[in-house]
């Protein structure tokens, strides 16, 4: 079949299903609230328990749920929100893979008068006011977090020089960016802290172990702590590490950022050091707001949840079971 004719077959289908959409919006209920949301990926088993959530909490309040999953593909989510826009949707979500190249698509958006909450990650526009809102995570606190702990653990340890790998996740992503801000603000007046390289580790498992087989290859014994922005990065380096010879959590200071399951098991077993939570849970939140937004009450700009820390420096064992 030639290509043209394959795409003309392809359009008539996307239109067909536009205009079934377009109808069936028509039918609904004038109080029900559809909410259009594109999800970045299943990269972590945060990304995954955060989509979970979601789902459980636009059941739970009522709202008809459009989800779109976008394959870490920034193109991917700007179509997503297109066609939020030309279904008429009454609030639309995302969770932006990195923080740029959305004022386009936005712009659409506040044309069709349609409010948009930005969920997990922030953006940077060039125009002001192209969204409602931000729930998620203070980053920066995390890598704050992170790095004070790293001060603690080296007195505790009477460390003369601590020598630091970082595993960063998604470039130009806000929790790449500010969790390496934030930890680097907290150890920068500590002249014991060095660090020998940061490296992107786009928040995959895989690319975690690519990572750490590269720093071992490259410093070797030198290293003396690995901070990664996530516990999927870190699950990847933790083998790597062992097959070198090195044991994690007392030849190497082991921090990570997330909390889940997998990696609060292996902070118990001693493998890891710290993990700075970064709950999913933003599901109520995000419910909450979308329906202050269409009954056009006021909202906050900024919902930032409340978030631990898990370390070796108390008992891990008395942390409860994490939900994902
Ligand atoms: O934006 C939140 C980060 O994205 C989580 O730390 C990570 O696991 C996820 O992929």
Not at 112 to 126: H, K, N
Not at 247 to 272: C, F, H, W
Request: overall charge negative.
């Amino acid at each position: 079949m030639k290509l043209g004719k394959r795409y003309g077959i392809l359009l008539a289908a996307v239109m067909l299903l536009l205009a079934g959409c377009g109808s069936a919006r028509e039918e609904a209920s004038d109080q029900e609230l559809l909410l259009g949301f594109s999800q970045i990926g299943s990269e972590s088993a945060w990304r995954i328990g955060n989509t979970k959530d979601i789902e459980e909490q636009a059941a739970a309040y009522g709202i008809s749920l459009m989800l779109e999953n976008a394959n870490q593909k920034q193109e991917n989510q700007i179509d997503a929100i297109r066609r939020f826009i030309a279904y008429k949707v009454d609030v639309i979500a995302f969770s932006p893979i990195v923080e740029e190249g959305w004022d386009n698509v936005l712009r659409e958006a506040k044309e069709a008068g349609i409010p948009v909450i930005l969920v997990d990650r922030d953006i940077s526009t060039e125009t002001e006011g192209l969204t409602t809102c931000l729930i998620g995570a203070d980053f920066y606190a995390e890598g704050v977090m992170a790095g004070e702990y790293l001060l603690r653990k080296a007195d505790a340890l009477g460390l003369e020089q601590v020598n630091i790998v970082e595993i960063t996740g998604t470039e130009n992503s806000t929790p790449m960016r500010q969790r390496q801000a934030g930890f680097l603000d907290a150890i920068a007046g500590d002249e014991r802290m060095h660090i020998l390289e940061s490296i992107d580790g786009d928040f995959l498992k895989s690319r975690g172990a690519e990572c750490m087989r590269y720093l071992l290859e490259t410093y070797g014994e030198d290293i003396d702590v690995v901070y990664s922005h996530n516990d999927e990065m870190t699950l990847g380096a933790l083998p790597e590490i062992e097959n070198a010879g090195f044991t994690p959590g007392s030849d190497m200071i082991i921090i990570s950022i997330d909390g889940g399951q997998e990696a609060i098991d292996v902070l118990k077993s001693g493998r890891i050091n710290c993990v700075v939570e970064c709950t999913p849970k933003l599901g109520k939140e995000l419910m909450e707001t979308a329906l202050k937004l269409q009954a056009g009450e006021p909202v906050d700009a900024l919902i930032h949840p409340t978030e631990a820390i898990f370390t070796d420096e108390t008992d891990p064992q008395s942390i409860g079971p994490r939900g994902y």
